[in-house]
């Protein structure tokens, strides 16, 4: 992960949500900066510089914030030498459990069909394919085709972060944590509903949620407390990997 042997490249790290980007700010000490418009922060990890950017909930944000920071940092020496894609995952593999660390080598755009590679990097070997999709999928018959076809877990970003990354060469892998699982129903339409774009609790739209299902309010809390618990497994393992490039 290097553009030369005395100038090593930046690692550009992408946390599509803000409980996801801040454990990764706490572990690498960053600082905040600006890019190319993009709020960012900027640490070091080993030999290299990082730069962790908050990318939103969904293709379509991830892709297009990506893109601006790829634009920003520029190419050659100095330039983004790798993306790494950080945060929580929904499992759906029948040997996956909420906590387990996945590094997947294939991310499956849902969407469109394409699959794309993941680079190695220092760490938990790559194994298993993800798959990027647009929305809440809740059907167990469908996530258990999924499954059947390899699929270990969902996620809404890393397809388009990747197919950003293989247009411009840029080489890319992923850490997911898994934080919950659709098959232990604590998940609903309605947990959408009271996120921001950003991933972050909108307060007004919880309140809203629970009064009209105050029985959610323990379901909601343990999806809360793993996701936490997720988000900083990944940055511990993202971070890790990091400083050993």
Same mark, same amino acid.
């Given at each position: 992960?290097?553009?030369?042997?005395?100038?090593?490249?930046?690692?550009?790290?992408?946390? +599509?949500? /803000?409980?996801?980007?801040?454990? !990764? $700010?706490? @572990? %690498?000490?960053?600082?905040?900066?600006?890019?190319?418009? &993009?709020?960012?922060?900027?640490?070091?990890?080993?030999?290299?510089?990082?730069?962790?950017?908050?990318?939103?909930?969904?293709?379509? +944000?991830? /892709?297009?914030?990506?893109?601006? !920071? $790829?634009? @920003? %940092?520029?190419?050659?020496?100095?330039?983004?030498?790798? &993306?790494?894609?950080?945060?929580?995952?929904?499992?759906?593999?029948?040997?996956?459990?909420?906590?387990?660390?996945?590094?997947?080598?294939?991310?499956?755009?849902?969407?469109?069909?394409?699959?794309?590679?993941?680079?190695?990097?220092?760490?938990?070997?790559?194994?298993?394919?993800?798959?990027?999709?647009?929305?809440?999928?809740?059907?167990?018959?469908?996530?258990?085709?999924?499954?059947?076809?390899?699929?270990?877990?969902?996620?809404?970003?890393?397809?388009?972060?990747?197919?950003?990354?293989?247009?411009?060469?840029?080489?890319?892998?992923?850490?997911?944590?898994?934080?919950?699982?659709?098959?232990?129903?604590?998940?609903?339409?309605?947990?959408?509903?009271?996120?921001?774009?950003?991933?972050?609790?909108?307060?007004?739209?919880?309140?809203?949620?629970?009064?009209?299902?105050?029985?959610?309010?323990?379901?909601?809390?343990?999806?809360?407390?793993?996701?936490?618990?997720?988000?900083?497994?990944?940055?511990?393992?993202?971070?890790?990997?990091?400083?050993?490039?």
């Amino acid at each position: 992960m290097t553009d030369g042997p005395d100038r090593p490249g930046v690692a550009l790290v992408l946390a +599509p949500m /803000r409980s996801e980007l801040r454990p !990764l $700010l706490r @572990a %690498l000490s960053a600082r905040p900066a600006t890019i190319g418009g &993009v709020d960012v922060h900027r640490s070091r990890a080993g030999r290299h510089e990082v730069v962790v950017g908050l990318i939103g909930v969904g293709p379509g +944000p991830a /892709r297009t914030t990506t893109e601006r !920071l $790829l634009d @920003a %940092l520029g190419q050659g020496a100095g330039a983004v030498a790798h &993306v790494v894609v950080n945060g929580i995952a929904g499992g759906i593999g029948a040997d996956v459990a909420v906590g387990d660390t996945v590094v997947p080598d294939t991310v499956l755009d849902v969407a469109s069909g394409r699959s794309y590679r993941a680079a190695a990097t220092p760490g938990p070997a790559p194994s298993g394919t993800i798959a990027t999709v647009d929305e809440l999928i809740l059907d167990l018959d469908r996530l258990g085709r999924m499954a059947d076809e390899g699929i270990v877990a969902l996620d809404m970003e890393t397809a388009a972060v990747a197919e950003v990354c293989e247009a411009r060469r840029v080489p890319w892998s992923a850490v997911r944590v898994i934080s919950d699982r659709p098959r232990d129903g604590l998940l609903d339409e309605g947990v959408m509903t009271m996120l921001r774009p950003d991933g972050s609790v909108d307060p007004l739209a919880a309140l809203r949620h629970l009064v009209a299902h105050p029985r959610r309010l323990p379901k909601l809390v343990r999806l809360g407390r793993d996701a936490a618990a997720a988000a900083s497994s990944a940055a511990r393992t993202t971070v890790g990997a990091l400083s050993r490039l």
